[in-house]
């Protein structure tokens, strides 16, 4: 069976101003005139590694070593600079709080708006509605604006919509970084199911004992090169160490 994700040699590079530009007016001048300086930024260096279907790969590192960019890479939403990435399957991504959504539409709207954004029909999102609703225990909050929403009823609402659409490959950032326990357990009990039912799952997360027990792999990104992969209580024991220094 082939892999599900496939990196080979990827890297990513950020262009970034090296003055700071107050408005668009004042860029848009200054591009015209090529007078914009940047300063590249490799965020992802030379990386390579494999995925096997049903596995959970937990990934981890310090802010700003390239563990949202690597998501983003399988998610489609980027693209490398050099190198080669392939994915195996349908993916749902919950990257960011709040990433897919219309914070002006209501949580109901934002069901289908998501929906679309995943490619499945209005007929279909409907009919997992109920469940949608039930999972987030957002109640009569689903007809208010998302604007009205705490971060927590977004995280809510967000893992309800992307685990109901039966994904291939599931995409967690930090997602379990906020709500309350309960809804926490709920949210690691569901995943559990998904990695017993064979959905291949990456997990971004700053909480080691959460990737300890459920992850089977770990990479750990630093300054975006791969520090090291492998089974995870190896890896976490030298990033741990790493961090105590």
């Not at 279907?53 to 998610?75: W, Y």
Request: proline share 3%.
């Amino acid at each position: 069976m082939p892999s599900k994700i496939n990196f080979h040699d990827v890297s990513v590079r950020y262009r970034l101003p090296k003055e700071r530009i107050r408005t668009v007016k004042e860029f848009a001048i200054k591009s015209l005139w090529r007078k914009v300086e940047y300063e590249e930024f490799w965020v992802l260096n030379d990386i390579s590694f494999q995925i096997e279907p049903g596995e959970m790969l937990g990934i981890i590192g310090r802010n700003g070593a390239g563990k949202s960019t690597l998501l983003k890479l399988v998610a489609r939403v980027m693209k490398p600079v050099k190198g080669q990435v392939m994915v195996n399957g349908k993916v749902t991504p919950l990257l960011e709080l709040g990433a897919g959504f219309d914070f002006e539409l209501t949580g109901q709207e934002n069901i289908f708006f998501f929906g679309s954004i995943l490619g499945i029909g209005r007929k279909e999102m409907r009919e997992k509605l109920d469940k949608i609703a039930e999972f987030s225990e957002l109640g009569d909050f689903l007809e208010s604006p998302l604007r009205t929403f705490s971060s927590g009823m977004i995280t809510r609402l967000g893992f309800a919509v992307a685990t109901a659409v039966d994904p291939d490959i599931l995409l967690l950032d930090e997602i379990l970084a906020v709500g309350d326990a309960g809804f926490q357990k709920k949210c690691l009990s569901v995943i559990q199911q998904f990695r017993n039912s064979g959905v291949t799952i990456l997990f971004v997360s700053h909480n080691a004992e959460q990737i300890r027990s459920l992850c089977d792999r770990v990479i750990w990104l630093e300054g975006g090169y791969v520090r090291a992969w492998g089974e995870a209580p190896s890896v976490l024991e030298q990033y741990e160490a790493f961090q105590q220094a």
